[in-house]
């Protein structure tokens, strides 16, 4: 007989009533909503946050030759190959870490391997850390000294810029350093980002795998280091410094800029290929900046490869204990209950408006979109981004023109609709996680990187959608005409966020970014 294999359990025979109770286990779930639009004070923090405890699942009764019961049958499947392939013994996973890296796992691995075993992390699938860091591995054998040459040079230019400035200014520098010393985590003097009330409260998790280290953050949710690794002859310019005033590069507006830096003109990624760039309102014009064209060692929640060099990690808005995380509501709305349409409300961020540049501007071309096919979707502006507007912008002109009037929009209203997207602001927008727990369909229109965008795969687990929006109408009228479908992919990305996407598995995330820079930070003339 055909048997089923769960992580952690005995394979057991398969029948019918035994089928119907596994799948009616993973089929409650919690639902999500957008972020809210004004993230709660930095200054006051509320109430502590609490631990994510994962909804024990109820008994329901599932037709087994149902849509349902197939969707979840599938995505089960899915997740179940990602964690069987997972290695279960150290000597597994320093096999294939070293087979991969082509060096061994960093010190205190063996501690990092025990910390992901206890907190159900995956062990291997961390090539996005393998290629954010590989070309300050290869810089070290030309120049060992070279990483912890400029996690001092950024500790000191970072306190220079901090010093006699009060909370929000030090804040707007959007740069701290960070140290970890006997397993004890030390914050800087000054604040350096809007989120340094809530980094402790994760990095005490991890502090006491690490050995001693320091680092650089951006604290902003935009990349900063522009520089080009994959540039024949980058790394011979890597060494050699040239930007006199890093992090306080300000192009207004930004499109210029972007289209002298090697890498930036991002070219599609099928068919003959042309430059998305005209379509990416960060390149554009972006509203915030403060770049480098030097190749420094800087931890930041997004980038765009290959323009950016930055190295990516796990951002506050993708921890569910974080306050700047939406929390989800108990109960979800059936899938048959939704109403078939495309749904989004958000800002008119984007990015700084520049005369009629915004009509390029993604979440614009959303809208005039939705006015074209209202039978397909039901989107709308509800609030205007007063800081993207500055000089050479007629503020009354565009709220007009987009009927950006509000009112906000309930979480609830949200999950009322099949279909739902995650759209690019002037970055990431911070909701696709909590958005993939919905139980709603997920397309996202994006160009920036994340930390899993490893592990949560187009089509398996959500719909691309192209920069320029072009094909969102096709791909809605496909997933109204192909239910069963459109429930697998939807059920997939949900099963595997709830299950994988945790706040520890954040924290494995971490603190396997901070192992490597440890290891850079001590490179010497011997190696590693």
Not at 112 to 138: G, H, M, S, T, V
Not at 496 to 520: G, H, I, P, S
Request: aromatic share 12%; glycine share 4%.
């Amino acid at each position: 007989m055909p048997r089923i294999s769960l992580r952690g359990h005995n394979p057991i025979r398969w029948s019918w009533r035994s089928s119907i109770w596994l799948l009616a286990a993973f089929a409650v779930g919690r639902a999500s909503h957008f972020l809210p639009l004004f993230p709660p004070s930095i200054q006051d923090p509320g109430p502590p946050a609490t631990e994510h405890v994962p909804p024990s699942p109820e008994r329901i009764i599932l037709d087994p030759y149902s849509t349902s019961a197939k969707a979840l049958a599938l995505a089960q499947s899915s997740l179940d190959a990602v964690l069987d392939r997972q290695s279960t013994t150290l000597d597994e996973a320093v096999a294939r870490y070293s087979l991969k890296a082509a060096r061994p796992p960093p010190p205190n691995f063996d501690q990092w391997f025990l910390f992901a075993q206890k907190n159900k992390c995956l062990i291997d699938d961390y090539d996005q850390i393998q290629r954010d860091f590989e070309p300050f591995y290869q810089l070290a054998i030309d120049h060992p000294a070279y990483f912890q040459t400029m996690i001092e040079k950024g500790q000191a230019m970072i306190l220079e810029e901090t010093a006699g400035l009060n909370r929000k200014q030090q804040e707007a520098v959007g740069m701290t350093a960070i140290r970890i010393k006997d397993g004890e985590l030390q914050m800087p003097p000054y604040s350096g980002t809007a989120f340094a009330k809530d980094l402790p409260y994760h990095l005490r998790k991890i502090a006491f795998l690490l050995p001693d280290v320091e680092f650089l953050l951006n604290g902003r949710d935009e990349p900063r280091v522009v520089f080009n690794s994959r540039e024949l002859g980058a790394r011979a310019r890597a060494s050699s410094l040239e930007d006199s005033n890093p992090f306080h590069i300000t192009p207004y507006p930004t499109a210029e800029f972007f289209r002298n830096q090697s890498g930036c003109n991002l070219l599609s990624k099928t068919g003959f290929p042309h430059d998305e760039s005209p379509n990416i309102a960060f390149l554009r014009s972006s509203s915030s900046s403060d770049f480098t064209t030097d190749l420094w060692p800087l931890l930041s929640m997004t980038k765009l490869s290959p323009c950016f060099s930055d190295i990516l990690f796990p951002g506050q808005y993708f921890y569910h204990a974080s306050r700047w995380s939406a929390k989800l509501p108990p109960t979800e709305i059936p899938w048959e209950d939704k109403k078939s349409q495309l749904y989004w409300r958000g800002s008119s961020n984007g990015g700084h408006i520049v005369g009629d540049n915004y009509h390029s501007f993604p979440r614009f071309r959303l809208v005039e979109l939705g006015r074209e096919h209202p039978e397909l979707m039901n989107v709308k502006m509800t609030r205007f981004a007063e800081g993207h507007c500055k000089k050479d912008c007629d503020r009354d002109r565009v709220i007009a023109e987009y009927n950006i009037t509000g009112p906000f929009s309930s979480r609830k209203e949200t999950m009322e609709y099949k279909y739902v997207l995650d759209i690019d602001g002037n970055t990431f927008s911070g909701r696709f996680l909590n958005l993939l727990k919905s139980g709603s369909l997920v397309f996202k229109s994006t160009v920036f990187e994340e930390y899993f965008n490893d592990w949560i795969r187009p089509y398996e687990h959500y719909i691309p959608v192209k920069p320029d929006l072009s094909d969102l109408v096709e791909k809605v009228e496909w997933a109204i005409s192909h239910e069963g479908e459109a429930r697998r992919i939807q059920e997939t990305g949900k099963l595997f966020t709830q299950r994988v996407m945790t706040d520890e598995q954040n924290n494995c995330y971490f603190a396997a970014v901070l192992l490597e820079w440890a290891r850079l930070q001590n490179y010497t003339e011997t190696g590693l």
